[in-house]
């Protein structure tokens, strides 16, 4: 599930530099489904599942960041 997301992340990180605004709303949405399963309770991990989950949390993290990154200064623009 996790990976999956990253993944789709990974996609939408590449749609908004590319500033694929139909690409990135389509890979939203089928982010936003994906993340509906963690909503029904994931269950506990150890040992290097827990360490994977961690980094794929991490790397899904960076990849908003960098969404946000590029969206937010469009955002502004089209506010100002």
């Not at 982010?31 to 040992?47: F, I, K, Q, R, Y």
């Not at 827990?50 to 960076?62: F, V």
Request: glycine share 6%; with cysteine; hydrophobic share 50%.
């Amino acid at each position: 599930m996790y990976e999956n997301i990253a993944g789709l992340t990974n996609k939408m990180v590449v749609a908004a530099q590319a500033s694929d605004w139909n690409g990135l709303d389509r890979l939203e949405n089928q982010c936003a489904a994906a993340s509906v399963a963690t909503m029904s309770g994931v269950p506990a991990l150890a040992g290097a599942a827990r360490q994977r989950k961690i980094e794929l949390l991490k790397q899904i993290l960076a990849n908003d960041r960098a969404i946000r990154d590029v969206t937010e200064p469009w955002m502004a623009q089209l506010n100002g």
